[in-house]
C-alpha cells in the first residue's frame, strides 16, 4: 500500500506568515490528491482536491501544488481563523489513505 | 441542499456487532462512491473503506485493520449508505463519518455516529 507522510506534525507561526504544509507519497499518485481542515469538534472540510483544485467558497489564501509523489498546501497569510489541523489523503486507488496531521497553532 | 446524516452508534462489548447507517440526500446517490472514515478520540482521519456506484461495479475495498470484519454496503433505492461492522474491538472506538465522491471528491461529510467499544 502507497503510504503517506506529513510534514511537519505541529507547527506556530505568527498572523500573516506564510505557512507550508507536505505530503509524500511513498509511490506516484498522479493528482490524486486532496487535502483538509479539521477544526477541533468539526467535521473536515475540504479544501483542495485533485492535488490544486480550490473547493469553492474557500478563501484563495489557500493553495496547492504537486504532482506524483510530493505535494505542498501553502497558506499565504495566515490567519486567526486558520487554526486546525490539515490531513492530506490520496485517492488514486485504495486504500484512500491520509496523512498523520499537521496541527497548525498561532505563536 | 447535499445532507449526509450517520446513525447506528452506540456502545457494544468487544466481539460485538453494529449496523451504521448514513442517509443521503440532495445529490444523485447512485451514481456517488462512498466512503466512511473514522477518527479515534484525540487521533487523526482514517479511512475505513469505500464502495463503488453500481455502475461502476459496486465493489468494496477496506482498510487493512478492518478487512474481513467491517462490510459496506448500499442501498440506492433509499438513499442509504451502511456499514456492518463485527468482531469489533476497543481500537474501533470512534466517530464514524460518511463522505460522498462523485463530481467532486469528499465535499461533503456527515456530522458523524460515535461507536464505543467498552466492556
Known amino acids: 500500500d502507497i503510504q503517506m507522510t506529513q510534514s511537519p506534525s505541529s507547527l506556530s507561526a505568527s498572523v500573516g506568515d506564510r505557512v507550508t504544509i507536505t505530503c509524500r507519497a511513498s509511490?506516484?499518485?498522479?493528482?490524486?490528491l486532496a487535502w483538509y481542515q479539521q477544526k477541533p469538534g468539526k467535521v473536515p472540510k475540504l479544501l483542495i482536491y485533485a492535488a490544486s483544485t480550490l473547493q469553492s467558497g474557500v478563501p484563495s489564501r489557500f493553495s496547492g501544488s504537486g504532482s506524483g509523489t510530493d505535494f505542498t498546501l501553502t497558506i499565504s497569510s495566515l490567519q486567526s481563523e486558520d487554526v486546525a489541523t490539515y490531513y492530506c489523503q490520496k485517492y488514486s486507488s485504495a486504500p484512500w489513505t491520509f496523512g498523520q496531521g499537521t496541527k497548525v497553532e498561532i505563536k | 441542499e447535499v445532507q449526509l446524516v450517520e446513525s447506528g452508534g452506540g456502545l457494544v462489548k468487544p466481539g460485538g456487532s453494529l449496523r451504521l447507517s448514513c442517509a443521503a440526500s440532495?445529490?444523485?446517490?447512485?451514481?456517488?462512491?462512498m466512503s466512511w472514515v473514522r477518527q479515534a478520540p484525540g487521533k487523526g482521519l482514517e479511512w475505513v473503506g469505500r464502495?463503488?456506484?453500481?455502475?461502476?461495479?459496486?465493489?468494496?475495498d477496506y482498510a487493512a485493520p478492518v478487512k474481513g470484519r467491517f462490510t459496506i454496503s448500499r442501498d440506492d433505492s433509499k438513499n442509504t449508505l451502511f456499514l456492518q461492522m463485527n468482531s469489533l474491538k476497543t481500537e474501533d472506538t470512534a466517530v464514524y463519518f460518511c463522505?460522498?465522491?462523485?463530481?467532486?471528491?469528499?465535499?461533503?461529510w456527515g456530522q458523524g455516529t460515535l461507536v464505543t467499544v467498552s466492556s
Open positions: 440532495g445529490f444523485t446517490f447512485s451514481n456517488a462512491w
Open positions: 464502495i463503488k456506484s453500481k455502475t461502476d461495479g459496486g465493489t468494496t
Open positions: 509511490q506516484g499518485i498522479s493528482n490524486y
Open positions: 463522505t460522498k465522491y462523485d463530481t467532486i471528491p469528499f465535499d461533503y
